[in-house]
Nanobody, 121 residues
Framework: QVQLVESGGGLVQAGGSLRLSCAAS????????MGWYRQAPGKQRELVAS???????NYADSMKGRFTISRDNAKRAVFLQMNDLKPEDTAVYYC???????????????WGQGTQVTVSS
């Protein structure tokens, strides 16, 4: 069974930094895109950043210059370095992986359980 487990959330003051980690486990043939999404109370889930297995990255405009996504393909892990955090960054952050369980399977999205990030002013 595939699992995505996030870690690294917490409480931080405005201007501070946090690093989120997410690791995939289980029988997996390949992982294409990995990404981070977030959902604040009363708001829709939104893309934060994504990264392909080749290292191509994509960021939401409001995160550019503050957040950096990276991945370790050998460890099936993705990371999100968040700097200069603002109170509006407060949300539950979710890891997503677009992966194939077998070579002949189509890719499917798998989600982690989420990790809370709270930024105090």
């Amino acid at each position: 069974q595939v699992q995505l487990v996030e870690s690294g959330g917490g409480l931080v003051q405005a201007g501070g930094s946090l690093r989120l980690s997410c690791a995939a486990s289980g029988i997996i043939f390949s992982i294409d895109v990995m990404g981070w999404y977030r959902q604040a109370p009363g708001k829709q889930r939104e893309l934060v950043a994504s990264i392909t297995d080749g290292g191509r990255t994509n960021y939401a405009d409001s995160m550019k210059g503050r957040f950096t996504i990276s991945r370790d393909n050998a460890k099936r892990a993705v990371f999100l370095q968040m700097n200069d955090l603002k109170p509006e960054d407060t949300a539950v952050y979710y890891c997503k992986a677009d992966l194939r369980l077998r070579k002949w399977h189509q890719s499917s999205d798998y989600w982690g359980q989420g990790t809370q990030v709270t930024v105090s002013s």
